[in-house]
């Protein structure tokens, strides 16, 4: 992939630009591989799951710069000014497409971009999510309420220049702090989720939650998540950091009960409505429960299931469940990583649940990052 903006040196975000796409695949691949072949030698490693090199992202995350009529949308440079990124190519293409309308709405609305350095100004982010089916979903991220009749003001307009943005929301974020949202969510739509179609699923994504960023890519890791645990024929499964309800609900079976835990209530009732939309179309599947909570709490406190899938942050399990996956009689463990060294930690604390099968899934093309999943399997257990 070619991009101008690094070419010029004003972006250096895709830290692999300009590598060969086949070898930035087998590099991420063979570093995975080896972060786990002391620990399972005769680990069965499938090809990688690739990406398109570009027009992969399903979500920009806007930092806004300059000043209200001449707004930038993309990044802040080393001193703080904002650096016009609207033509990145790695956005999908009704997400690339929709940028410039999103710059027309800034001045059009006359908002003032947060300046860093002196901490004035009230539009910080547009954080802009697209589904396959070209909805979209766009966050205004202010600093208080005071620009907000301008937003309601301006909001027909663009409306009108993007008829599929379905849900619109301001989120208040008063802290000058490096993080993208506060705590006050305003809907200005009256719908409230994206759907967001994965796989064999239509999932529900309401404004704080997690969806990974690579559309095409996940559908891939829940479908590959499917296919074993489909062969590890459970009857129970325990879907820990469950998010929106991804693997869980590509993981209902006849006669398979399935809970999905997760610490967000906003997340959990975005998963109990495409569960309720699963089941009003195929009444024969089996039961899914969602619940909001601790995850190693949760574990703690209930029955193993026959199978638990794991998707935790980039710092993986804590002790705690680790040691309940190793002395309980949970069968089988499929864990998703999006960090190989705290993966090969957890599982390395964890030596009656053995490797059989893993795969790099490859989210984040052009940079390091990537995505490993493992199916693990109590030693002892037939095969």
């Known amino acids: ?21 086949a070898e930035q695949l087998a590099t991420k691949d063979a570093r995975c591989r080896a972060a786990l072949s002391s620990l399972a030698p005769q680990l069965d490693w499938l090809e990688p799951f690739a990406s398109a090199e570009s027009g992969f992202r399903n979500k920009a995350k806007l930092v806004v710069g300059g000043t209200a009529a001449h707004p930038t949308l993309g990044i802040l440079d080393p001193c703080g000014r904002g650096v016009d990124l609207r033509d990145c190519g790695l956005y999908e293409p009704h997400l690339h497409d929709a940028i410039p309308h999103l710059a027309d709405f800034v001045r059009a609305a006359r908002l003032t971009p947060y300046g860093v350095p002196r901490r004035q100004g009230e539009l910080k982010f547009l954080l802009v999510t697209a589904s396959p089916t070209g909805a979209l979903m766009a966050r205004i991220v202010l600093r208080s309420t005071a620009q907000l009749p301008q937003v309601r003001a301006a909001l027909p307009a663009l409306h009108a220049a993007l ?28 719908q409230t989720e994206l759907r967001m179609p994965v796989a064999d699923i239509v999932l529900h994504l309401g404004p704080r939650s997690f969806f990974q960023t690579n559309t095409a890519v996940a559908a891939g890791l829940y479908r590959q998540a499917q296919a074993w645990i489909d062969a590890a024929q459970p009857t129970s499964v325990l879907d820990l950091y469950c998010g929106v309800g991804g693997f869980a609900l590509h993981t209902v079976a006849p006669g398979r009960h399935v809970t999905g835990i997760e610490l967000s209530p906003d997340a959990i009732t975005a998963a109990r409505r495409s569960a309720a939309d699963l089941h009003a179309t195929r ?101």
């Open 163 to 190: 008829p599929h943005l379905d849900v619109v929301t301001v989120n208040i974020h008063p802290e000058h702090k490096a993080v993208l949202e506060g705590e006050t969510e305003i809907p200005l739509t009256e």
């Open 283 to 383: 009444p024969d599947l089996g039961a899914v429960e969602f619940a909001a909570g601790d995850a190693t709490a949760y574990a703690l406190a209930h029955p193993a299931p026959d199978l638990v899938v794991v998707n935790p942050p980039r710092r993986g399990l804590d002790e705690e469940l680790t040691d309940w996956l190793e002395t309980t009689t949970v069968r089988d463990v499929v864990y998703s990583s999006c960090n190989v060294t705290t993966l090969a930690r957890d599982i390395a604390r964890m030596p009656s649940l053995l490797p059989r099968q893993a795969r790099l899934f490859d989210m984040f093309p052009q940079t390091d990052h990537h995505e490993v999943m493992v199916w693990l399997r109590r030693k002892g257990s037939r095969p």
């Open 1 to 21: 992939m070619q991009c101008d903006y690094y070419d010029a040196g004003v972006c250096r975000s895709c830290t692999l630009m300009g590598t060969a796409y």
